[in-house]
């Protein structure tokens, strides 16, 4: 079977930038409350006409710009969302679409909801080694503000919207390394969005955060070990960015304080299942992107409680 590897990343935002003093004339917050509870300075809300499906597409096409691929050399989209208002056509459907795709391109989209990206970037993977894909474009993209209940000063300082996308390939080398992944079913009420609750996105934060700070660093130990890593042979790490409180003590807590923490929550807010590859795109863009053969940990955790994590090699 053939090795698979991440040959290129993309990503999507909206032009609007909501700072926490925008947040202040809207519920009872702080900008100094936000920032040391979450690490949220700013983030970014998609305008009512900007739908999942356009900015799935719009990371799509920065990621093709940047790495100019023939259409039909691409066989597979997924898209990992839990915020599409469609049922059907599917997001995946709507980008193939989009991008003017003619030659049947397999197209499904995840709903792991914050873990969407890991569990999607596993099923391409699978695909490619089983032979039934050679090129897959993998796309996390949510519109979570259309499942907020801006008047929760809890949950509204947290969500934001965006979109970030890889191509993954067939490769002669390993860049990818076998998921890890999971749900913890007595935490699935923990990260929700429900008909009870009239769609809007609600968390048991307290139970996530135990979660997270006490069983979070074992799963990830785990990858490491299946990539066939010692931590301190990890070069970066891009978690789920739901929090910066949970973000910032991982590397010490996994025995790998060299690795380069993704902190782009600071900026972009809490996008779910575009979190990953929004933040990892946003690295590579940077002027100081991650260098070519880092060994980069993606690891994802949300709704259900799922996740799911492995670690790539940086093209």
């Given at each position: 079977?053939?090795?698979?590897?991440?040959?290129?990343?993309?990503?999507?935002?909206?032009?609007?930038?909501?700072?926490?003093?925008?947040?202040?004339?809207?519920?009872?917050?702080?900008?100094?409350?936000?920032?040391?509870?979450?690490?949220?300075?700013?983030?970014?809300?998609?305008?009512?006409?900007?739908?999942?499906?356009?900015?799935?597409?719009?990371?799509?096409?920065?990621?093709?710009?940047?790495?100019?691929?023939?259409?039909?050399?691409?066989?597979?989209?997924?898209?990992?969302?839990?915020?599409?208002?469609?049922?059907?056509?599917?997001?995946?459907?709507?980008?193939?679409?989009?991008?003017?795709?003619?030659?049947?391109?397999?197209?499904?989209?995840?709903?792991?909801?914050?873990?969407?990206?890991?569990?999607?970037?596993?099923?391409?993977?699978?695909?490619?080694?089983?032979?039934?894909?050679?090129r897959a474009l993998v796309?996390?993209?949510?519109?979570?503000?259309?499942?907020?209940?801006?008047?929760?000063?809890?949950?509204?300082?947290?969500?934001?919207?965006?979109?970030?996308?890889?191509?993954?390939?067939?490769?002669?080398?390993?860049?990818?390394?076998?998921?890890?992944?999971?749900?913890?079913?007595?935490?699935?009420?923990?990260?929700?969005?429900?008909?009870?609750?009239?769609?809007?996105?609600a968390q048991n934060g307290?139970?996530?955060?135990?979660?997270?700070?006490?069983?979070?660093?074992?799963?990830?130990?785990?990858?490491?070990?299946?990539?066939?890593?010692?931590?301190?042979?990890?070069?970066?790490?891009?978690?789920?960015?739901?929090?910066?409180?949970?973000?910032?003590?991982?590397?010490?807590?996994?025995?790998?304080?060299?690795?380069?923490?993704?902190?782009?929550?600071?900026?972009?807010?809490?996008?779910?299942?575009?979190?990953?590859?929004?933040?990892?795109?946003?690295?590579?863009?940077?002027?100081?992107?991650?260098?070519?053969?880092?060994?980069?940990?993606?690891?994802?955790?949300?709704?259900?409680?799922?996740?799911?994590?492995?670690?790539?090699?940086?093209?």
């Amino acid at each position: 079977m053939p090795g698979t590897r991440i040959v290129a990343t993309g990503h999507h935002q909206p032009s609007r930038v909501v700072p926490n003093s925008e947040l202040e004339t809207m519920v009872e917050t702080s900008d100094e409350w936000i920032t040391q509870r979450v690490g949220i300075r700013e983030r970014r809300w998609a305008g009512p006409e900007e739908t999942v499906a356009d900015m799935a597409l719009a990371a799509a096409r920065n990621l093709l710009a940047k790495h100019p691929t023939e259409l039909t050399d691409i066989d597979m989209i997924v898209v990992a969302t839990c915020t599409a208002q469609d049922r059907s056509p599917n997001t995946a459907a709507r980008v193939a679409t989009g991008l003017g795709m003619e030659h049947n391109p397999a197209a499904l989209d995840v709903n792991t909801a914050c873990s969407g990206f890991s569990h999607s970037v596993a099923v391409a993977q699978q695909a490619i080694m089983a032979g039934a894909a050679t090129r897959a474009l993998v796309i996390g993209a949510e519109k979570l503000t259309d499942f907020t209940d801006f008047t929760d000063r809890s949950t509204c300082v947290l969500t934001a919207d965006g979109a970030g996308a890889v191509l993954i390939e067939a490769s002669e080398t390993d860049g990818i390394s076998p998921v890890v992944w999971g749900a913890v079913p007595t935490l699935s009420d923990a990260v929700r969005i429900e008909a009870v609750d009239n769609y809007k996105f609600a968390q048991n934060g307290n139970a996530v955060y135990r979660w997270t700070t006490r069983t979070l660093p074992e799963i990830v130990k785990g990858i490491i070990v299946k990539a066939g890593l010692e931590p301190t042979e990890l070069d970066a790490i891009v978690l789920h960015q739901a929090n910066l409180r949970i973000i910032e003590p991982l590397a010490a807590k996994i025995g790998a304080p060299q690795a380069r923490i993704a902190t782009d929550v600071t900026v972009s807010g809490n996008t779910s299942a575009a979190s990953i590859p929004l933040a990892l795109s946003k690295l590579q863009e940077s002027d100081d992107p991650l260098k070519p053969g880092s060994k980069t940990l993606l690891f994802g955790f949300g709704g259900g409680l799922s996740y799911a994590g492995q670690v790539i090699t940086i093209p």
